[in-house]
């Protein structure tokens, strides 16, 4: 406790790039506890077609399961729908959380195989191999929370909102009205995860803002009032198609309103101490001259 206090006598300078370090870290480390992962992810997210392989091996006898299923005139957005229901019914559903142990993950068509199963951003690599070796366009694109197919005869493997990011034949393209999508693609993600690790990075945020001598009625005030906006938003954001926009928006006003009580407090306790920072005693007034 005492090099609490101590650290809390330095200059506002020091005191909030560290606070700001340790919860990034603490950040970091729940959503990716594997940092080689992340650093493979964002490589691929640089160039999101990198990992579309349409001469991938292991695609081949799915390719031509399709293809035998094609009757002469079949038309493109039917052939959509057969590689969109054949690349679910062949690959199972799961979290990146409970194939690869991280938050998010964007994985080659090598590593679904291995895998066996995988959620939208993998599904959708798959698909849109398929659908490049069949002869389509295919591109992918995001929301923030899903990932689909875009071809040149339509989108497929459920497109989601207008999406934020692109890819293109190098690189990508960002949509930046996109960035209203944030909170309902926070709550998306955030209900799904590990309630424990969310969890500790709520702990860890609640301990930065602590400083000394603010009492305990503010501080688990705080902490009450951040649990019940992260419960807020878990619920409202469940569903990404349907969302519940007023509980996503009631949790978000609730954690920013338990952050900013104890910044508050901590605030005003600091100035009630500061002229006794140097530990000085109160001046007594003078006696009166008798």
């Known amino acids: ?147 689909w197919v875009r071809t040149d005869q339509g989108d497929t493997m459920s497109p989601g909102r207008p999406p934020a990011v692109v890819a293109q034949e190098r690189g990508f393209k960002i949509n930046y009205r996109a960035v209203t999508d944030l909170i309902p693609a926070a709550a998306y993600g955030l209900s799904p995860f590990p309630l424990l690790r969310e969890a500790i990075i709520l702990c860890v945020l609640w301990l930065l803002l602590l400083a000394p001598g603010v009492g305990r009625a503010v501080p688990l005030a705080s902490l009450a009032g951040l649990w019940i906006g992260l419960e807020f938003m878990r619920f409202g954001g469940e569903q990404w198609k349907h969302p519940v926009s007023w509980m996503q928006w009631v949790g978000t006003l609730t954690i920013l309103l338990s952050v900013g009580l104890l910044l508050v407090r901590g605030l005003r306790t600091r100035a009630a101490r500061r002229p006794f920072a140097a530990g000085a005693a109160p001046v007594s007034p003078p006696a009166a001259a008798s």
């Open 1 to 147: 406790m005492s090099l609490w206090r101590r650290f809390h006598q330095r200059r506002w300078f020091v005191r909030w790039p560290a606070k700001g370090f340790v919860l990034a870290a603490t950040v970091f480390f729940v959503c990716f506890p594997y940092p080689w992962l992340f650093v493979r992810h964002v490589r691929r997210w640089q160039d999101p077609n990198s990992v579309v392989e349409p001469d991938a091996p292991q695609l081949a006898p799915w390719v031509d399961e399709v293809q035998a299923q094609n009757k002469p005139g079949t038309q493109p957005p039917q052939v959509l729908r057969q590689v969109e229901s054949f690349v679910y019914d062949h690959v199972p559903y799961a979290y990146d959380w409970e194939t690869w142990g991280v938050a998010d993950y964007l994985p080659t068509v090598a590593e679904v195989f291995e895998k066996g199963q995988e959620d939208c951003d993998g599904r959708a690599v798959i698909a849109a191999s398929m659908l490049r070796k069949l002869g389509f366009r295919a591109d992918l694109v995001t929301d923030f929370a899903h990932v």
